[in-house]
């Protein structure tokens, strides 16, 4: 029906940078929103940062002024660039969407990824 795929994990020293995906596909109509979650290790899961399809964003205080997220086809594909990158910031990262579905009801309906992993040395 509709899937999620994350994809950009990876390993990566501290300090250094990787930029996640998220792209949305399959009988989607819309999409209304995006966010990024992460769980790291012994760890709940965490809100990162969202981004609507009027543009808004928000944070997490842990990473505000450190990742980004933007998107593009009208939020059907967002992307989370992540920088100054911390042992904190290990975690499998995954996306939640609110999509209106091809053919449904007209209020989005939730949909989530597998998730991406991010290393981080010390």
């Known amino acids: 029906q509709v899937q999620l795929e994350e994809s950009g994990g990876g390993f990566v020293q501290r300090g250094g940078s990787l930029r996640l995906s998220c792209i949305a596909s399959?009988?989607?109509?819309?999409?209304?929103?995006m966010n990024w979650y992460r769980q790291g290790p012994g760890k709940g899961r965490e809100f990162v940062a969202r981004?609507?399809?009027?543009?808004?964003?928000n944070y997490a205080d842990s990473v505000k002024g450190r990742f980004t997220v933007s998107g593009n086809r009208g939020i059907l594909t967002t992307y989370l660039q992540m920088t100054d990158l911390k042992p904190e910031d290990a975690a499998d990262y995954c996306c939640?969407?609110?999509?209106?579905?091809?053919?449904?009801?007209?209020?989005?309906?939730?949909?989530w990824g597998l998730g991406t992993r991010v290393t981080v040395s010390s």
């Open positions: 399959g009988e989607v109509f819309s999409v209304h929103w």
């Open positions: 939640d969407a609110g999509v209106v579905v091809a053919g449904g009801k007209k209020r989005p309906c939730d949909f």
């Open positions: 981004i609507t399809s009027d543009g808004a964003t």
